[in-house]
């Protein structure tokens, strides 16, 4: 089989990046630069000189995608994946299928050498399945002697907008390549905000979208060839997306993950979460909120690249978990000093303004899992079944105590303020224990949390207030 110009970067004229696959050598790709006569899809012979040039003998580029899928999908590992945990072992073992569908997908576009773009939620779950990504793909890469192209973009919201899919559109519009680039999507959840940014890539791009959130009828990436959610096979947001992600590299690579997956799990506080990966989730949340403290002014972005890096460097990473450590627990402490009690009929509601304890100079903890946090510290001092709403800027974070979550679920208080507030309200969604709100403007935030503590204070029946 010839060798193949499968891709191309476009840059200024003297700088343009060839990727050439060597068919006959399991897809082995090797770059070439500068301004050559080629184009994709061209047969490429080298001259006398040893300059590289387009052959006269023609491969189509349906011949030459054909023979993309044959290989990737011999490489794709169709057996089961034992975690250990029945429970977590059975839904895997509905979801296999899938998962190796979205791995050959990943495979085979690294195969020729395709732009794929990663965005990930910068949590623990989020941040832990891009990282179980990064390293399996870079272990595939390197096995199989490929070229990748990939971009790594980290999520603070969970919806995917329209701005997100026209930065993407612009990322890959200097690729010319025999198959479309390829998204993929880890931990954004299910909310029709994101359905703008999905029609306007869905044609350009193909999708695969990793998540473990309620499903949302309306949301348009139901539709998506390349979805897969747990709660679509008998699972629910206890497997994690992170979990979810590193299960589906098993399909190509045998790089352990453990760590992550566990990360994952504790830090989405899963009923499946063990101790396995209480500091890789700490160092996560870490690394992926302060940015700048760590790495310089100016930061916005992290890659797993630069988790790799850190994780890498125990002495550092160590360093810095004890410093995010100390930092979570002056936020704790606080935060139990500065909050508000409701005793409910059956429960009890604690309200904080997050503004009032967070540094000025530092963006750690990250509210959410700061709020998860805060609520094991009020379980931990006696105050049990308890539903806990954080306020920050525009957003409002609610978490619920695990023994009130078959009593009460955080969607209807969201659907319900959706409802009453649409002009206010420019998004939200969660789990049934976890969720959130994001308003147009953080100068709502008092009244929207006024509103949403008197809606769960509805549900649950007030009994009395203490405002200590």
């Known amino acids: 089989m010839p060798r193949v110009v499968s891709c191309i970067k476009h840059g200024s004229p003297k700088d343009q990046t060839y990727f050439i696959i060597d068919t006959s050598d399991g897809f082995a790709a090797e770059e070439a ?9 061209d047969i490429v012979e080298e001259t006398e ?4 040039a387009p052959s006269k003998k023609a491969y189509g580029k349906d011949e030459l995608r054909l023979e993309a899928k044959k290989s990737s999908s011999s490489l794709i590992r169709k057996g089961k994946y034992i975690t250990g945990n029945s429970e977590i072992d059975q839904i895997t073992s509905r979801m296999k299928s ?12 690294m195969m020729l050498c ?12 989020g941040s832990g399945g891009a990282y179980a990504l990064y390293l399996s793909v870079r272990d595939f890469a390197s096995s199989h002697s490929l070229k990748t192209n990939f971009v ?4 603070r919201g969970v919806s995917y907008s329209r701005q997100d899919a026209e930065n993407d559109i612009l990322i890959t519009n200097n690729y010319e390549c025999i198959e479309k680039p390829l998204l993929v999507i880890i931990d954004f959840g299910t909310n029709p905000e994101s359905n703008q940014g999905i029609g306007a890539v869905k044609d350009r791009f193909d999708i695969a979208w990793l998540d473990h959130h309620p499903i949302v009828p309306d949301f348009a990436g139901l539709e998506l060839p390349g979805y897969a959610n747990t709660w679509q096979f008998g699972g629910d947001s206890n497997y994690t997306a992170g979990l979810l992600t590193s299960v589906m590299c098993k399909s190509f690579s045998k790089v352990d993950t453990s760590e992550m997956e566990g990360a994952s799990l504790i830090g989405d506080y899963s009923d499946y979460a063990t101790e396995k990966g209480a500091d890789m989730s700490a160092l996560l949340d870490f690394v992926t909120s302060d940015l700048q403290a760590i790495y310089g002014p100016g930061k916005m972005n992290v890659t797993p690249q630069e988790i790799d890096a850190i994780v890498a460097d125990k002495e550092k990473s160590r360093e810095l978990l004890e410093y995010a450590n100390m930092r979570m627990e002056e936020a704790l402490d606080n935060g139990i000093k500065s909050i508000r009690k409701y005793s409910l009929r059956s429960a009890n509601l604690a309200v904080l303004d997050f503004e ?4 000025e100079d530092s963006k750690y903890p990250l509210p959410g899992r700061y709020a998860s946090k805060l609520l094991d510290r009020l379980d931990e001092k006696g105050m049990k079944r308890t539903v806990l709403v954080v306020s920050v800027g525009s957003y409002l974070l609610m978490r619920i105590d695990k023994d009130l979550c078959a ?28 969720g959130s709100i994001k308003l147009k403007f953080k100068e709502l935030g008092r009244q929207m949390t006024a509103s949403l503590v008197g809606i769960i204070r509805a549900e649950l029946g007030p009994k009395e207030i203490s405002e200590d």
């Open 114 to 125: 395709a732009p794929i773009v990663v965005r990930f939620h910068n949590d623990a779950d």
């Open 152 to 155: 790594w973009l980290m999520q």
């Open 33 to 41: 630069h500068g301004d050559l006569p080629l184009a994709v899809g």
């Open 356 to 359: 009032d304890i967070r540094s």
């Open 98 to 109: 899938k998962l190796d569908d979205i791995a050959e997908l990943i495979v085979r576009k």
């Open 407 to 434: 009593d009460f679920d955080l969607t209807r208080a969201m659907d319900e303020m959706k409802n009453r507030y649409p002009d206010e309200i420019a998004g939200g969604g969660g789990h049934r224990c976890a």
């Open 49 to 52: 000189s040893g300059a590289l």
